[in-house]
Structures are given as C-alpha cells and as structure tokens.
C-alpha cells in the first residue's frame, strides 16, 4: 500500500517537472520567435531592406532550434546587402548561452565595390555569451578555399598558383571596447583594446604565412607590440602585393631590398622570420618601416 502511494507520488512529480519544462520551452521559443521578429521591424523603421519568408522555432524539448528562411538585409547606409535562403541557430534548451550558426551552401554579399556569390559545402560557428565579458575567443578554419575568379585573377595575374587556397587557420582572442551584441550591426562597430594572435597559418601553393604575437591598443587607438611572422617565398608575395594594388611600385622596390636582407639573416633567401613590431603609431618589419600602423579603436 505505502509502495503504491509512493510510486503515484513520484510520478505525479514527474509529470509536473515535464509540465514546467514544457512550459519553459514553449515560452523562451515563442520569446525567441518574437524576438527577431521585432528586430526585422526595427531594421525596417531604421530605413534598412529586411525581410525573410518564415521564422520557426523546434527542437522541443531539448533544444531551440530557430530556422530563418528566406533572408535579404540590406543597410543602405554602407551600401551592404546580404541575402540567403536560410539562417539555423541552434542552442541547447539547458544552455542558451550556447549558440550554433549554421549558413546555407549558398549565399551572396554586395558591397559597394563588389558583389560576391559564396559557396561552402559546411559553413558554421560555435560561439558562447557570456554577461559582462568583452573578450572573445575566435578560431576560423577553411580547407581548400575558392576565391571569387575576379579576386583571384587580381592576385595571382601569373596564374601559376593553385586554384583553390589549401589551408587558412586563424586562432586569436580580442578584447573589445564595447559588447559585441546586435548593436554591432545596426549601431557602431566596438574597438579592440587587446589582440592576441595564437596562430595564424595559410598556405596557398609554395606561399606559406605563419604569425603569431599580441598587441595593445594606445591611448590614441594605436596598436603596440609585436606579431612574429614567418613567410615562405615571400617574393612571390611580395609581386602579388604590387599586382593587387596594395604597395605602390617604388614602395615595392625599397621593401624588397630590405626584405632581401631580412632573408639572408634568416638564413633562407626564400624565407622571412622577423617580427612585425607596432609603436608610437608606427609599424615596421623588423628594421624596415612600413609607415603608419591602422588602428583598432577610435580614441
């Protein structure tokens, strides 16, 4: 008799457990859904293009699983316009603070220089929120990369490089003056204060680029400190440069004439190790200047 009672007791509690995660659910996934409903208004108050066929919210009881179909945000105050059939945002109903991106196979970005249709058999991220925390931890990997025909074409006018990138691993943590929330899209883009580079690797055919350091941002926005670099084949890089339009000709003739000797220090005319050294807004490459460093955050 008292096992019976016992037994209908804890089953009760269960069912009244299921009932209030049943209810959470329900609730935190129509909050979701309403959520970014309300900000497609407010994108379109703004004087942006927003819109999107569906937004749909599963996963129970488990998980939020947001599906957002149909997609096409354009914000004509920088010109950008982004569209794509679909958006996942998954997170673990236990923690929300947990958040996974998964992109579509295709999408497409036009700014005002260009307009670029993107191709990726996997294209997602991993990202965790955290209250009151600035810093963030960003780790991107790409195999076999395909670059846009025009942006390829313009770095490698030879043609004798591989068509696709091999391997392009990113590892850093920035600090940020500012919270990187959806304001960082509709509003202002937040400055870094802190940047430690923990592994940059790419390899694109005989071009190798590696580097490492960290930097600080000055009281005038400046970077300060060190990132080492190691290239491999630098010339080759350094003719992509010129071709590309990013360093003048006279320019290129002085940088590679010290680069020249930076390689007989390191031991390997075809190999550059040195540090790229950030101070007083200035940034050089080893010994040789390089002019005024870019900065990464408004003072």
Known sequence: MQTGRSMRLVIWAIAGLAALWSGYWYVAAEAKRSVLERWFEQRREAGWAAEHQAIRVGGYPYRFDT????????????????????????????????????????????????????????????????PRANAHDLAIEAQDLLLPAPLRARLDRSGLLPERI?????????????????????????????????GLNAVWGRLE?????????????YPEGEIFVRAQNWQEMLAMAVEAGVIGGNMAQVLESGLRMLARISGNPDTID?????AGGRVALGPIGLGEAPRLRQP
């Not at 959806?182 to 580079?197: A, F, K, N």
């Not at 680029?209 to 926005?221: E, F, P, S």
């Open 209 to 221: 680029l590696r580097a490492t350091g960290r930097v600080v941002a000055d009281a005038q926005g």
């Open 274 to 278: 040195a540090p790229l050294t950030f």
């Open 67 to 130: 599906l957002l179909e149909g997609l096409m945000l354009a914000d004509p105050r920088r010109g950008i316009v982004w569209q794509a059939p679909q958006l996942q945002i998954l997170a673990l109903s236990y923690e929300p603070n947990h958040v996974l991106v998964f992109w579509p196979e295709r999408q497409s970005l036009a700014t005002p220089r260009e307009a670029v249709e993107i191709e990726a058999g996997e294209m997602q991220a991993s990202t965790v929120f955290r």
């Open 166 to 198: 091999g391997t392009l691993n990113l590892r850093l943590t920035a600090a940020f003056d500012a919270p990187l929330d959806r304001r960082v899209i509709e509003e202002r883009r937040p400055g870094i204060t802190d940047l430690r580079l923990d």
